[in-house]
């Protein structure tokens, strides 16, 4: 390393005395990536479930089945409780008797901390 001119040496400590103190060796090293603790936030503010509602709709067709899936679509996620719009009252009868292995055939794909409960709305 070469040997710091006296020019140097006095905008070193010009610098120091204006910042307080001295130039930081390594910039980044406090530095924390959004990755780190994206997570956590979403989860403290509540919009987890946005991102498992869109995850409900990719796989809605695979936990539901073609026919089912045609006639009822899931339109929320909140608190756990998973809400189907249904299409017809008779459809919405069918589904009211196969609610059970529904609920699980939705925990089995996106969690059983996820999705709770189901609801239907006609309309």
Same mark, same amino acid.
């Given at each position: 390393?070469?040997?710091e001119?006296?020019?140097?040496?006095i905008?070193?400590?010009v610098?120091r005395?204006w910042? #307080?103190? $001295? +130039?930081?060796?390594h910039l980044?090293?406090r530095l924390?990536?959004?990755? &780190? !603790?994206? @997570?956590?936030i979403?989860?403290?503010?509540?919009a987890?479930? #946005?991102i $498992? +509602?869109?995850?409900l709709?990719e796989?809605?067709?695979?936990?539901?089945? &073609? !026919?089912? @899936?045609r006639?009822a679509?899931p339109?929320s996620?909140?608190? #756990?409780?998973?809400?189907l719009?249904v299409?017809q009252?008779?459809?919405?009868?069918h589904l009211e008797q196969?609610?059970?292995?529904?609920l699980?055939?939705?925990?089995k794909?996106?969690?059983?901390?996820?999705?709770?409960s189901?609801?239907?709305?006609v309309?």
């Amino acid at each position: 390393m070469a040997k710091e001119s006296r020019l140097d040496a006095i905008r070193r400590a010009v610098l120091r005395d204006w910042r #307080g103190g $001295d +130039e930081p060796t390594h910039l980044d090293e406090r530095l924390h990536l959004p990755k &780190d !603790f994206l @997570a956590a936030i979403l989860r403290q503010a509540g919009a987890t479930e #946005g991102i $498992d +509602e869109e995850r409900l709709r990719e796989m809605w067709k695979e936990v539901a089945g &073609d !026919f089912v @899936a045609r006639h009822a679509t899931p339109v929320s996620l909140k608190g #756990g409780c998973v809400t189907l719009h249904v299409l017809q009252p008779a459809m919405r009868f069918h589904l009211e008797q196969m609610k059970g292995q529904l609920l699980k055939n939705m925990q089995k794909a996106a969690g059983a901390d996820v999705v709770k409960s189901i609801r239907f709305a006609v309309g």
